[in-house]
């Protein structure tokens, strides 16, 4: 039941490597399970040779340079990022009765939920009129999303139903193909919203070709599945291979590995030699092995982790339902160069009353703290790999260790499949966004509670609770000074200067709590 305590704290823990191959520590990230139905295709590579590729061995006292970089045999295929499904948001945190403006690969998209035919809708944010947002608009009363700057309204196709300027006896300009709105395929699947970033008609069915990966955990009723999801100061490859590096763990998230697991060692010393293996990589993404654990990329945006089926005692594989089995999803999502966006989800077959008893904002305070305790020193990193060029990554980087096995992976795939960045067809000038004060890069207001529903919920109703003891407070003492002497006991008197107090106390604990949860905290490390 350890890793249960892990997810009782509320935190998006990933842990450093175990002392031994446990299955259930504390730690999440190496002990977790997931019996995915996508299979990655092996590239015809034996396991030694991707091994010595990815893995080089320490370095001795005569080798104080890194290896040359190893170079594919052979013409790759390449990926096509714009041939892809990518998530949008979760569902649960998709509000029916507005529209929703999100921006991925440099595309601004505007999604809504269309009652007419039941489903979600993805179309370009951007009215035909004078391109003002359609995500500022609204939904009107025959279900229609109405642009709020002139009345434009368009159906779930995209095309526009009703122009107010018109002559009503005039020619049907809204007819007019250039009045329509692009519209995108979409799909709701392991109750995320996916969409296809291609308007072209011979897309429209793409659906009934290529589906979004499936991740049968998050839609196994056996198991729990509460998501979150963030926006990144930081880019889509720095936020991929992040999550791809375990051996981070114990230093960057020390204080709140602490939290979570008290035997930690207080001198900060967690670290230790990991054998990590990078076991195949094609364009569909690499399968690695950790010793105890597995995990899988599948490009672009599905990272996860969990620990294969155990056999028993008797040497057979258990059953399924016999385990204790969990997985750490990521899914990141490319937004623009410099601003990434992580969806992330935790499926877990035990201990699934915490989900019904703990609020889902409370497990999101902690999953925002571990982002939080390295978001600063990773958008320096990307500014520092822009400035030498995403090509020579590990040129400049020194990796000597196995424990960056799935690290160089990932670049190796980046380089050889994928051009070595995100392909942004020519949207961007290719520089960074300019770093911003510590307060709005660590904001957690605009990048995660104004998108995350519970979150949203919770915040408003503690900024109630907060003004109505400031009210209790001042109202307490309004009566202890208008009330003559004589008129109430001073045990009345005294227990209304001792409730003002106490109220006027707790306003103030709970404004702090409100803006370090909720608005900004930021993360000291010489101090964690």
Same mark, same amino acid.
């Given at each position: 039941?350890?890793?249960?305590?892990?997810?009782? +704290?509320?935190?998006?823990?990933?842990?450093?490597?175990?002392?031994?191959?446990?299955?259930?520590?504390?730690?999440?990230?190496?002990?977790?399970?997931?019996?995915?139905?996508?299979?990655?295709?092996?590239?015809?590579?034996?396991?030694?040779?991707?091994?010595? %590729?990815?893995?080089?061995?320490?370095?001795?006292?005569?080798?104080? =340079?890194?290896?040359?970089?190893?170079? #594919?045999?052979?013409?790759?295929?390449?990926?096509?990022?714009?041939?892809?499904?990518?998530?949008?948001?979760?569902? *649960?945190?998709?509000?029916?009765?507005?529209?929703?403006?999100?921006?991925?690969?440099?595309?601004?998209?505007?999604?809504?939920?269309?009652?007419?035919? &039941?489903?979600?809708?993805?179309?370009?944010?951007?009215?035909?009129?004078? $391109?003002?947002?359609?995500?500022?608009?609204?939904?009107?009363?025959? &279900?229609? $999303?109405?642009?709020?700057?002139?009345?434009?309204?368009?159906?779930?196709?995209?095309?526009?139903?009703?122009?107010?300027?018109?002559?009503?006896?005039?020619?049907?300009?809204?007819?007019?193909?250039?009045?329509?709105? %692009?519209?995108?395929?979409?799909?709701?699947?392991?109750?995320?919203?996916?969409?296809?970033?291609?308007?072209?008609?011979?897309?429209?069915?793409?659906?009934?070709?290529?589906?979004?990966?499936?991740?049968?955990?998050?839609?196994?009723?056996?198991?729990?599945?509460?998501?979150?999801?963030?926006?990144?100061?930081?880019?889509?490859?720095?936020?991929?291979?992040?999550?791809?590096?375990?051996?981070? +763990?114990?230093?960057?998230?020390?204080?709140?590995?602490?939290? %979570?697991?008290?035997?930690?060692?207080?001198?900060?010393?967690?670290? /230790?030699?990991?054998?990590?293996?990078?076991?195949?990589?094609?364009?569909?993404?690499?399968?690695?092995? =950790?010793?105890?654990?597995?995990?899988?990329?599948?490009?672009?945006?599905? #990272?996860?982790?969990?620990?294969?089926?155990?056999?028993?005692?008797? &040497?057979?594989?258990?059953?399924?339902?016999?385990?204790?089995?969990?997985?750490?999803?990521?899914?990141?999502?490319?937004?623009?160069?410099?601003?990434? /966006?992580?969806?992330? *989800?935790?499926?877990?077959?035990?201990?699934?009353?915490?989900?019904?008893?703990?609020?889902?904002?409370?497990?999101?305070?902690? =999953?925002?703290?571990?982002?939080?305790?390295?978001?600063?020193?990773?958008?320096?990193?990307?500014?520092?790999?822009?400035?030498?060029?995403?090509?020579?990554?590990? !040129?400049?980087?020194?990796?000597?260790?196995?424990?960056?096995?799935?690290?160089?992976?990932?670049?190796?795939?980046?380089? !050889?499949?994928?051009?070595?960045?995100?392909?942004? /067809?020519?949207?961007?000038?290719?520089?960074?966004?300019?770093?911003?004060?510590?307060?709005?890069?660590?904001?957690?207001?605009?990048?995660?509670? @104004?998108?995350?529903?519970?979150?949203?919920?919770?915040?408003?109703?503690?900024? @109630?609770?907060? +003004?109505?003891?400031?009210?209790?407070?001042?109202?307490?003492?309004?009566?202890?000074?208008?009330?003559?002497?004589?008129?109430?006991?001073?045990?009345?008197?005294?227990?209304?200067? @001792?409730?003002?107090?106490?109220?006027?106390? #707790?306003?103030?604990?709970?404004?702090?709590?409100?803006?370090?949860?909720? /608005?900004?905290?930021?993360?000291?490390?010489?101090?964690?």
């Amino acid at each position: 039941m350890e890793a249960v305590c892990a997810f009782s +704290v509320g935190t998006l823990h990933i842990p450093t490597a175990p002392e031994r191959p446990t299955s259930f520590r504390k730690s999440i990230f190496f002990s977790n399970h997931v019996n995915s139905h996508i299979s990655l295709v092996s590239g015809g590579f034996s396991k030694s040779k991707l091994f010595t %590729a990815l893995s080089p061995p320490p370095l001795t006292e005569s080798s104080n =340079q890194p290896e040359a970089e190893p170079e #594919f045999e052979g013409q790759a295929e390449k990926f096509d990022w714009y041939s892809q499904w990518y998530p949008l948001m979760p569902i *649960c945190d998709l509000d029916k009765r507005k529209p929703h403006g999100k921006r991925v690969l440099g595309i601004d998209v505007v999604v809504w939920w269309d009652r007419n035919e &039941g489903a979600w809708q993805v179309q370009d944010d951007a009215c035909p009129h004078r $391109l003002a947002p359609l995500s500022e608009g609204r939904i009107d009363q025959w &279900g229609r $999303l109405q642009c709020v700057y002139h009345g434009w309204c368009f159906n779930g196709k995209g095309e526009c139903k009703f122009i107010p300027q018109a002559p009503p006896d005039g020619p049907p300009i809204h007819t007019s193909k250039k009045a329509c709105v %692009a519209s995108y395929p979409s799909s709701v699947q392991n109750d995320i919203l996916w969409f296809w970033p291609n308007t072209d008609p011979q897309y429209k069915d793409i659906l009934t070709r290529k589906k979004p990966p499936y991740i049968p955990e998050i839609d196994d009723p056996s198991f729990t599945k509460l998501m979150g999801n963030r926006d990144i100061p930081y880019g889509y490859e720095v936020l991929t291979e992040n999550l791809m590096d375990p051996a981070h +763990v114990p230093y960057a998230h020390y204080g709140l590995m602490r939290t %979570a697991e008290p035997k930690v060692k207080a001198d900060r010393e967690g670290g /230790r030699p990991l054998e990590l293996l990078v076991e195949k990589l094609d364009i569909n993404g690499f399968i690695a092995d =950790q010793g105890w654990s597995k995990s899988k990329f599948i490009p672009p945006c599905i #990272f996860y982790a969990y620990t294969p089926d155990k056999p028993s005692e008797s &040497g057979e594989t258990q059953k399924p339902s016999a385990q204790k089995k969990m997985a750490l999803i990521f899914i990141c999502i490319p937004v623009s160069p410099g601003k990434s /966006r992580l969806i992330w *989800c935790f499926p877990r077959n035990f201990g699934k009353w915490m989900d019904k008893i703990v609020p889902r904002w409370i497990f999101h305070i902690g =999953q925002n703290l571990i982002l939080d305790s390295d978001l600063y020193l990773l958008h320096v990193e990307e500014h520092k790999i822009m400035d030498i060029g995403p090509n020579n990554w590990q !040129k400049a980087c020194f990796v000597p260790t196995k424990s960056d096995a799935l690290v160089i992976g990932y670049r190796k795939w980046l380089k !050889k499949y994928a051009g070595g960045q995100v392909e942004w /067809r020519g949207k961007y000038s290719g520089a960074l966004p300019s770093t911003p004060p510590r307060e709005q890069l660590l904001d957690r207001y605009w990048s995660h509670v @104004v998108n995350c529903k519970s979150c949203n919920s919770a915040y408003k109703s503690l900024n @109630v609770i907060e +003004v109505m003891l400031q009210i209790i407070s001042v109202a307490s003492i309004g009566i202890v000074a208008t009330m003559k002497q004589g008129t109430i006991s001073v045990a009345t008197r005294n227990s209304l200067v @001792v409730l003002a107090v106490l109220s006027f106390a #707790f306003s103030r604990w709970l404004a702090h709590f409100i803006y370090k949860n909720f /608005r900004y905290h930021d993360y000291d490390h010489a101090f964690r």
